[in-house]
């Protein structure tokens, strides 16, 4: 007989009791981190009872979304939902501290919209991760009992709902930095006088900025604080946190910061505006500049723009008087040699650095890294190629020609032309060219600062440093002389920042300039950047190219999107645009270049329209990404406005 068994229940789940609804303001707006481009909509939550006291906006908190449980933003707390149906609730208050304001929200909307992006895009450069323990050190309720938390949350919606109706007027300008004043010393000046009126936010283009400009407020009475992404996770979203806190606070960071949600905000200087730093390097790319003059527009800010030579926007701004120009008040000692044939000193220019020698270091600025970044036959003048179609260069004195893309070293090098092994080096490097310095000039130390070997200072005697642009050491005092060497070189690249980037490096290296120092130029004296160094005007250049550009109809004198997509897909995608653009669904005005092909079996389409069409273009490509979306197909990269073509 088989033994019995025990009777076994089948186990009965009890359902979960569900929340009880806040008896006031019982819905929320979430912005939700969906995961998928189209699904871009806010959506209603209702508030548990339980969270009453610290949900209002700008608080991260999860959420349930079809099957998944997911982090968003609450944008809006009202008594009644948008949308009618069955609702969820929220499920967790991932944090007290609120994140966003409804002014950044807005803004966040705003720049989602003019670069055809989700907002999450946004979102994801411009709020930082949260720590757990920074939130836990924040933590109101350890200060303040449960009244004051909700008194507090609702002070801080009531404050910002006003400023967001706050029609101050907004003003645009652009301030020319003077040479032989350091810069940072310059844009201290501006920001405490900037702080009379509310808070100040310094946008400056990297990290070595930041820190140089928050030395000038070491000692200052105010809150200073710093906010770059390459903080330590917990330091980023501690100070991010503080921007809410406390007035007339001082904030100083790189591109991502200027998204700080700062109250008494008053005043946005974009430090170095010209700088490609300032261009998100993420989808959808966005720059510091069109951020903080949409923030300006939005929230009645005065934006202070801080340079040496102001980028091609800015100066089509200044030109219409859009921006107004405060030019730096100055002269400087110049002397320009034309260049000798293959010589990377002409023989004129040895005199004026034996002079600038005896009195202080000398700085040459040299256009490339490396040492011979070209290889020529030295016979019949053709370039040296390697199998796979790169070119070669020399890495030093000592070694043998490498191929630039494959790295193949060829030690027994001979010409496949003519057959020779006699080399010539072009696109002399700095290292090539501190060899052939140090021997024009012996008996005085040569300090190289480029590449990775980056010197922040040198000091103030008599020396040889050498430099590539971005790596100028400081010298208390000032250089004796700086040599621009192969000055001509900075303006001959092919891309259309070329003219733009060639002031900006000559402006600012000369400014490095003791006040009794010569800026000399390997360069024919007739080039127009010598009389522009020499009356510090910046003006004349600017009016020049902008004049060149509208000859050829390029930005800013026309809206751009540049477009990657897979190289199989190209004729399909521009075919489709030609389609739309008959359909009048694109603007009148666009132009389509391409698809060209470029790497990774990726091609490119340039689209332009013009400047007042460029909002419809913005749309449609939103709505051609959301289709590409819904039908599993994968996004293409947009840029809208990019630093380059």
């Not at 009618?84 to 002014?103: E, R, W, Y």
Request: aromatic letters at 8%.
């Amino acid at each position: 007989m088989a033994s019995s068994r025990l009777f076994r229940l089948k186990a009965e789940v009890a359902s979960a009791s569900s929340p009880v609804q806040a008896s006031t303001s019982s819905f929320v707006r979430v912005r939700v981190d969906t995961g998928v481009f189209h699904l871009d909509d806010l959506y209603d939550y209702i508030v548990p009872e339980k969270f009453t006291k610290i949900v209002s906006v700008g608080v991260r908190v999860q959420v349930p979304f079809g099957n998944r449980e997911v982090e968003g933003i609450i944008v809006e707390r009202t008594e009644t939902p948008e949308r009618a149906g069955t609702l969820k609730f929220i499920t967790k208050v991932l944090s007290p501290h609120p994140i966003a304001t409804t002014k950044s929200l807005k803004l966040i909307d705003h720049i989602a919209e003019a670069y055809a992006c989700n907002p999450w895009d946004v979102i994801k450069s411009a709020i930082p991760p949260r720590v757990a323990s920074v939130d836990k050190k924040f933590d109101v309720a350890s200060n303040a009992g449960e009244d004051d938390i909700d008194q507090l949350s609702r002070r801080i919606s009531r404050v910002d709902s006003d400023r967001v109706s706050d029609q101050r007027p907004h003003t645009f300008s652009f301030m020319q930095l003077a040479p032989v004043i350091p810069p940072e010393v310059q844009v201290a000046v501006a920001a405490k006088h900037a702080l009379k009126q509310g808070s100040v936010l310094i946008i400056a283009p990297d990290d070595k900025d930041v820190d140089q400009i928050l030395k000038e407020f070491k000692d200052a009475q105010h809150m200073v604080l710093k906010l770059t992404s390459s903080m330590p996770r917990n330091e980023r979203y501690e100070s991010f946190l503080q921007c809410q806190r406390q007035v007339k606070k001082l904030v100083v960071g790189t591109r991502g910061s200027v998204f700080a949600p700062i109250d008494d905000l008053s005043t946005i200087i974009v430090y170095k505006e010209s700088s490609p730093l300032h261009y998100e390097i993420r989808s959808p790319g966005w720059n510091s500049r069109t951020v903080a003059m949409e923030r300006a527009k939005l929230q009645g800010l005065q934006i202070l723009f801080v340079g040496y030579s102001p980028s091609v926007e800015i100066g089509f701004l200044i030109d219409t008087s859009e921006v107004s120009f405060t030019p730096a008040t100055a002269e400087v000692s110049i002397a320009s040699f034309s260049p000798d044939s293959g010589t990377l000193l002409p023989g004129r220019i040895f005199p004026e650095i034996r002079s600038a020698l005896k009195k202080g270091p000398v700085l040459f600025l040299a256009a490339r890294k490396g040492y011979g970044n070209a290889l020529l036959c030295s016979h019949c003048r053709n370039i040296a190629l390697c199998q796979c179609g790169g070119r070669l260069q020399v890495g030093s004195k000592s070694s043998p020609p490498t191929c630039v893309h494959c790295g193949l070293s060829f030690d027994d090098w001979k010409c496949k032309f003519c057959n020779r092994s006699s080399q010539y080096l072009a696109g002399r490097g700095i290292d090539r060219a501190s060899e052939e310095i140090s021997r024009a000039f012996p008996g005085y130390p040569v300090v190289i600062s480029a590449g990775e070997v980056i010197k922040e200072e040198v000091e103030s005697k008599p020396s040889l440093v050498l430099s590539t642009p971005g790596a100028q050491p400081a010298v208390k005092g000032g250089y004796s002389a700086i040599v621009i060497l192969d000055a001509i070189r900075f303006f001959s690249h092919t891309d259309i920042r070329t003219q733009e980037r060639a002031r900006e490096i000559i402006f600012e290296t000369s400014a490095l300039l003791s006040k009794n120092g010569k800026a000399i130029l390997v360069i024919d004296p007739v080039h127009p950047i010598v009389p522009a160094i020499t009356r510090w005007n910046v003006v004349p250049l600017m009016k020049r190219e902008l004049a060149d550009r509208l000859d050829v109809n390029l930005p800013p004198f026309v809206s751009s999107a540049v477009l990657l997509v897979s190289e199989k897909e190209s004729t399909a995608i521009a075919t489709g645009m030609q389609r739309a653009f008959r359909e009048g669904r694109l603007p009148d005005s666009l132009q389509i270049f391409g698809p060209t092909p470029v790497a990774n079996n990726q091609a490119k389409l340039v689209l332009y329209t013009s400047v007042s069409d460029s909002r419809k273009l913005h749309s449609f490509l939103l709505e051609f990404q959301k289709k590409r979306s819904i039908a599993k197909k994968d996004l293409i990269a947009i840029r809208v406005e990019p630093y380059s073509l």
